[in-house]
């Protein structure tokens, strides 16, 4: 697998950087996606299916049910940029009651587009259980722009998480529009890592959980220099006992961030909590954090809390003594800050994130 | 030959000077007890000796085994053997009481089986995977703060408050684990670890029995005595009553 991944000339390294790991023994699919061609896609376990959305189409008669479910056409401008015949993108589906604990990866690549255009189809079919990583990267040097729209269907009592890492350059701008449906008891936990420089991110996916359903939102979000991230989370509680949980950790050294989050309860008995915490590394950026909450019943329970700040001098002292340097000090006191505990989340994908992590860190300090 | 010598010091914290005129003297193996009411700068000289840069040293020096550290910052002190135990620790998110042993037992050149045998004699295998002082109690961050020091190794032992809201059951526990650090289970000739330790209370010299007491007043070091007769003393007449019957026994005193 990982061969042949060498042959089709992607940068192996800047792959990697993403926490994209191609052994098959490791994962139960990959997707491979340069510009606007499936390079690559096999399933490497029984109850779940990779391939692209070309393929499916042709595969599946229902698949073009599930295009379009969701998100809309006219949403605005990207929408209807990305709505071409060439479109391509990876769907992956889990059957049902299967349960595919190894991750399955999905790889988008922008190696000389000027437009990436990829439209996404996820399905976690009754009681499965499924966890994706996706790494999205472009060529070193390319300049572009990247149109990703992503669907996710988890259905009846079933369990998805994904995992995004991002790890674009100053010169892409990056447009993803996502929409996830969960239904009666299922649960979907979103991971989003940004911590590479980026011109522009502008992101909003929204969820909508039906009755006794569940969504957590976490995103880990550095802007160096001269980047823009404007990234959020909305969660529509629709169905009673239906909860949300929207966690953000943002840096700015330098860079701009807006932390949006909008809990909106539209059934009794919902449950939502939104954090948003900042940290200003340098002088210059901005942090400007948005927290949104919406009751449209009088028995739910839905609270915020937001700080934005720089890294407390007491807690450097206290580490330095214990022997660490200053800079050993603040360096594992911006680790510690941008570590989310997962509920859930299995450990190879706990382990994909720590390396990514520690990888920004060497950037960041 | 001292371990410590303070001299002349003059500290500001802010705006305001705390210390002024502070000389303190201890020699390998030496506890002493520092009392003095609130806000007569016991914290501030613990935090000027680690080199807190929240207290700004304006006049004087601190010499540590012969080394001038006035201007050195806190882990190269660190290095050289002073230890600190806090009284309110920063709880710092997302970093684990583990990850913090662990910094403490490469100062003190210790393996991870170490980490783990003390932390069981310290009571805090449960909190090692939480985050540091993040919902821990008053007797718990004490003893997260002693095993951490246990883990370092050090030759000067800073304890500020160590007994402060400290149940009965942990007094007894932070006592032994004292006398440990300091090595007052050993016979006065061996020791060579060397303390201070603040008590407000003074519950703590039920288990630990320190060499001297001094007491801080005024940002001066106002006298040096027997622990027991001088907590005596504060406690029947006060910091006041106390200075005057000392001042009188130190002729030379300003």
């Known amino acids: 697998m990982s061969e042949e991944y060498g042959e089709l000339g992607v940068d192996k390294r800047r792959l990697r950087e993403v926490g994209i790991e191609l052994d098959g023994s490791k994962r139960s699919g990959a997707y491979l996606q340069e510009d606007q061609e499936a390079k690559t896609f096999a399933s490497f376990f029984e109850g779940v299916e990779v391939m692209s959305i070309q393929e499916a189409m042709k595969k599946y008669e229902w698949v073009k049910d599930y295009f379009w479910k969701i998100l809309r056409r006219d949403q605005d401008e990207y929408t209807r940029e990305a709505d071409t015949e060439d479109v391509n993108g990876y769907f992956i589906r889990a059957l049902p009651d299967a349960k595919v604990e190894i991750p399955v990866e999905a790889c988008l ?16 079919e009754e009681n499965s259980e499924l966890n994706i990583i996706s790494g999205c990267t472009s060529h070193p040097g390319v300049a572009g722009m990247h149109i990703g729209l992503s669907e996710f269907f ?33 649960s979907f936990i979103s991971n989003y890592i940004l911590l590479n420089p980026v011109k522009l991110v502008q992101t909003y996916p929204t969820a909508y959980v039906e009755k006794d359903g569940t969504v957590i939102f976490n995103s880990i979000i550095v802007a160096l220099e001269d980047s823009v991230v404007d990234s959020g989370a909305r969660a529509v509680l629709m169905g009673e006992n239906s909860s949300a949980e929207i966690v953000s950790r943002t840096i700015s050294k330098g860079g701009k961030v807006i932390a949006r989050g909008h809990i909106i309860g539209e059934a009794p008995e919902v449950k939502g ?38 890294i407390a001098e007491e807690e450097i002292f206290y580490l330095m003594s214990r022997g660490l340097s200053r800079d050993e000090a603040t360096s594992a006191i911006v680790r510690g800050f941008m570590e989310i505990e997962i509920k859930g989340l299995p450990q190879a994908l706990k382990e994909a994130i720590d390396r990514t992590l520690e990888i920004a860190e060497k950037d960041l300090l | 030959m001292g371990i410590l010598r303070v001299v002349n010091l003059g500290v500001e914290v802010g705006e305001k000077k705390i210390l002024k005129n502070v000389n303190l003297y201890i020699k390998p193996g030496e506890t002493f007890v520092l009392f003095g009411p609130n806000g007569s700068g016991k914290s501030t000289l613990l935090n000027a000796i680690i080199g807190n840069p929240a207290y700004r040293v ?32 920063p709880k710092i998110n997302g970093v684990r009481l583990i990850d913090v042993l662990r910094y403490c037992a490469k100062v003190g050149g210790y393996s991870e089986d170490t980490i783990m045998e003390l932390a069981e004699k310290m009571k805090m295998t449960d909190h090692l995977y939480r985050e540091i002082n993040v919902g821990f109690s008053g007797g718990e961050v004490k003893r997260s703060e002693l095993l951490q020091l246990m883990l370092m190794n ?11 809201g400290v149940d009965l059951e942990n007094v007894a526990l932070i006592g032994e684990a004292i006398n440990e650090l300091l090595e007052r289970d050993k016979d006065a000739e061996s020791r060579e670890k060397s303390g201070v330790i603040i008590t407000h209370q003074g519950h703590i010299l039920d288990y630990v029995d320190a060499d001297y007491a001094a007491i801080l007043y005024n940002g001066r070091i106002a006298c040096i005595g027997d622990p027991g007769d001088i907590l005596n003393q504060i406690r029947s007449e006060g910091y006041e009553g106390c200075m005057v019957r000392c001042l009188k026994n130190m002729e030379n005193s300003e």
């Open chain 1, 109 to 124: 690549y922008l190696k000389k587009a000027e437009k990436q255009r990829v439209h996404n189809i996820v399905i976690a």
């Open chain 2, 58 to 89: 304006v006049s004087g020096r601190i010499m540590f085994k012969k080394v001038d550290v006035t201007n050195l910052p806190t882990n190269e002190r660190v290095k050289l053997g002073i230890g600190i135990a806090f009284q309110n620790p």
């Open chain 2, 154 to 164: 050090p030759d000067l032992i800073l304890l500020d408050e160590p007994d402060s």
């Open chain 1, 273 to 310: 909590h939104l954090e948003c915490k900042g940290l200003m590394l340098s002088e210059s950026g901005l942090i400007h954090a948005i927290p949104e909450l919406e009751a449209k019943y009088p028995n739910v329970e839905l609270s915020h809390e937001a700080a934005i700040g720089k």
């Open chain 1, 154 to 186: 988890v259905k009846k009592n079933a369990k998805l998480s994904f995992t995004m890492i991002h790890s674009w350059d100053t010169t892409i701008e990056v447009r993803p529009r996502t929409a996830i449906k969960i239904e009666e008891g299922g």
